[in-house]
């Protein structure tokens, strides 16, 4: 999938659009959507920082939505959902930058040696307990792939060292972050 400059400024309006129509009790903005890409179902998730900070952060593992869709909605959710958080309020809204992380169909990996630490993010699962976390935070906090595994693991309600379980099934996936 390769999202053009426009396909992804139109994503960062939709997004904005969305936190700001809660914060004034409005609708979301119907979307006039003419980008082909944007109308195609992709995973996707919304990441909001304040400061540099994280303040939220929701997505959809699955392509279940229309890009433009499901942007819209994770947008809301990220400011408003979220349970780390409280709700965004309008004073942090004129502050608070927006990620957005398009992904790539999840793939089961034969081996963890298949994965490229700042390239793939990681999804485990292991009986009832499931754990993402999105390619950037293992680069953002310098880890390895061990680390990553591993707090990929604790992200899922596991124990840290739970991926060399056989019985867990580790997916890797990459993202378009912008």
């Not at 009832?128 to 990553?148: I, K, M, N, S």
């Amino acid at each position: 999938m390769q999202l053009s400059e426009q396909d992804k400024k139109t994503l960062h309006e939709i997004a904005r659009q969305s936190i700001g129509a809660v914060l004034q009790n409005q609708s979301p903005p119907a979307l006039t959507i003419r980008s082909p890409i944007l109308k195609e179902r992709r995973g996707a998730f919304v990441t909001l920082h304040l400061q540099g900070q994280l303040r939220g952060c929701i997505g959809l593992i699955q392509a279940v939505k229309p890009l433009a869709q499901a942007i819209q909605e994770m947008a809301r959710a990220a400011a408003f959902q979220d349970p780390r958080f409280p709700p965004l309020t309008p004073r942090e809204f004129k502050d608070v930058d927006i990620e957005i992380s398009v992904l790539t169909p999840l793939r089961l990996i034969g081996s963890v040696d298949e994965i490229q630490v700042g390239v793939h993010g990681l999804y485990i699962e292991k009986g009832f307990h499931r754990g993402l976390l999105l390619p950037q935070v293992a680069t953002e906090h310098h880890w390895d792939r061990d680390t990553f595994l591993q707090h990929t693991c604790l992200k899922a309600g596991l124990s840290p060292e739970a991926w060399r379980d056989p019985e867990a099934k580790i997916y890797a996936f990459s993202a378009d972050i912008f």
